[in-house]
């Protein structure tokens, strides 16, 4: 089932996020993590795209392959364009078509040194018009409850994420956040700017310090003061951060199922474990 086809099924919809290993034969060993995901009846999958090379590639399509025919779950696919040409993304497209693969997350992608940059495409609204004169796929775009760290301001990145949807996206997952009035915000001036799409929230549980910090950097999510008490507390206890990090989350996550989110997409970080602990904090609610 195409994805944008969920949410007008139920309400809300829960899904997950994981990425490829990075050895070939390491890509086995993600089945642990599959099978208990799989048991908690997510709506779908998404598995990501690195920045660049077949090797990559290759394993986030085989790896959607094992989601949707061996664990029956629907997988949607990043697919990044910065780095490829047109040839190379109708072939990914033809690979996934012929595994009955029809949800696709487009993505602009940034730019690897290591991987000679290609002018195709220019913007993730460029990958999306594309592949919508390419086929029949289903079409989900990112979004940045606070702003995409390069554009000038939130006028701008709402203009180009409404070029985004304009060109074809059906559904929207939202960058991770820490604080849910941002999310709320950013929903009213979607509305306003005339978007009427599905919005999932990304949610990523803090499992260690140096992690969200890092992601934080890439990504420009706000620390909530409540939240930066909660790191600098427990940051030298692993085990009561990871605690203190669960609780964050799943209160997040209650507060926005409250305000009738239309999903809840968990950055598992191919911790089952993680996914299982949220998944057990609002089982009730979902």
Do not use: W
């Not at 033809?94 to 913007?123: C, M, Q, T």
């Amino acid at each position: 089932m195409k994805i944008e086809s969920k949410f007008q099924k139920k309400k809300p919809v829960l899904s997950f996020e994981i990425f490829p290993p990075k050895r070939d034969k390491a890509i086995q060993n993600i089945d642990e993590t599959l099978a208990i995901l799989s048991e908690l009846n997510p709506d779908f999958i998404s598995v990501t795209f690195g920045a660049g090379g077949s090797h990559t590639n290759n394993q986030t399509v085989e790896l959607a392959k094992r989601i949707k025919h061996q664990y029956g779950i629907d997988p949607l696919v990043h697919l990044t364009c910065l780095n490829h040409s047109k040839f190379e993304i109708c072939e990914l497209l033809e690979e996934l078509r012929a595994a009955d693969i029809d949800s696709i997350l487009a993505l602009r992608g940034d730019a690897n040194p290591a991987v000679e940059a290609k002018k195709d495409f220019r913007y993730a609204s460029d990958l999306v018009k594309f592949i919508r004169q390419y086929g029949d796929f289903s079409i989900s775009g990112a979004c940045y409850p606070e702003c995409h760290t390069e554009s000038k301001n939130k006028v701008e990145d709402i203009a180009h994420l409404k070029e985004k949807v304009d060109s074809g996206v059906q559904h929207l997952i939202s960058q991770l956040f820490f604080d849910n009035n941002a999310f709320y915000s950013f929903q009213e001036h979607i509305q306003i700017a005339g978007m009427h799409v599905p919005v999932e929230a990304g949610i990523m549980p803090v499992i260690n310090k140096s992690q969200i910090e890092r992601m934080v950097t890439l990504c420009g999510a706000s620390l909530p003061e409540k939240f930066s008490r909660v790191m600098h507390k427990y940051e030298d206890n692993k085990e009561a951060l990871f605690d203190a990090g669960m609780a964050y989350a799943i209160n997040q996550i209650v507060d926005l199922l409250a305000h009738d989110v239309d999903g809840i997409h968990i950055y598992t970080m191919n911790n089952p474990i993680v996914a299982k602990r949220i998944c057990d904090g609002i089982k009730n609610l979902i």
